[in-house]
């Protein structure tokens, strides 16, 4: 795995966990060698994650709408920088330089790149790991969901299996490293 796409929020969350998690997931990710795909802000949990794998000697590569650069949010000291017109062109461009997708807690925008990507999986749009990591029990009621979707026979079990999901860095990625992508979905 050469690269993950981070989705996660430009907020820093109610509790310092958060950020630590993401510092940590950064760190791994550079460890690992490991290219971070993300929006490109400096701010927030995004922020933190790019800091983290760029203070370990890390790449950074991040996407993001010119509407939203040109408000200076945008990381200045990123290995590289795609500005882009739209919200649809980064979530596409994020996916095409990713081998995986990693979804930290964040807000609407974090939950609608998890389910684009997941539904993409499902319709074989792509084979690549997606995963929650789950900081402080922040997606208990996503999960929950997920599960009462796949109770209520509208997610099958194979796809429900698409989503890998562990409180810790190094554990999600080591499943990355073993996942098997699903059959495409047929009706």
């Known amino acids: 795995m050469k690269s993950l796409a981070v989705y996660c929020g430009s907020s820093s969350g109610a509790s310092d966990i958060y950020?630590?998690?993401?510092?940590?997931?950064?760190?791994?990710?550079?460890?690992?060698?490991?290219?971070?795909?993300?929006?490109?802000?400096?701010?927030?949990?995004?922020?933190?994650v790019a800091d983290s794998v760029l203070e370990e000697g890390g790449k950074a590569v991040g996407v993001m709408p010119s509407f939203l650069d040109q408000r200076e949010i945008s990381?200045?000291?990123?290995s590289e920088l795609f500005v882009v017109d739209t919200m649809h062109e980064r979530k596409a461009k994020m996916a095409e330089l990713s081998d995986g997708f990693i979804t930290l807690p964040g807000g609407a925008g974090t939950m609608?790149?998890?389910?684009?990507?997941?539904?993409?999986?499902?319709?074989?749009?792509?084979?690549?790991?997606?995963?929650?990591?789950?900081?402080?029990?922040?997606?208990?009621?996503?999960?929950?969901?997920?599960?009462?979707?796949?109770?209520?026979?509208?997610?099958?079990?194979?796809?429900?299996?698409?989503?890998?999901?562990?409180?810790?860095?190094?554990?999600?990625?080591?499943?990355?490293?073993?996942?098997?992508?699903?059959?495409?979905?047929?009706?």
Request: net charge neutral; aromatic share 10%; hydrophobic share 35%.
């Open 19 to 48: 950020m630590e998690k993401a510092k940590e997931l950064g760190k791994e990710l550079a460890k690992r060698n490991i290219t971070l795909v993300y929006g490109g802000s400096s701010v927030g949990l995004m922020g933190a």
């Open 75 to 78: 990381h200045k000291s990123l």
């Open 112 to 187: 609608e790149e998890f389910f684009e990507v997941f539904t993409w999986g499902q319709i074989g749009l792509h084979k690549k790991p997606i995963g929650i990591l789950n900081i402080n029990r922040y997606y208990d009621p996503l999960i929950t969901l997920l599960n009462h979707m796949n109770k209520e026979k509208f997610l099958q079990d194979q796809y429900r299996s698409m989503a890998l999901i562990n409180e810790e860095s190094a554990g999600l990625l080591d499943q990355f490293g073993k996942y098997e992508a699903p059959p495409v979905k047929t009706y």
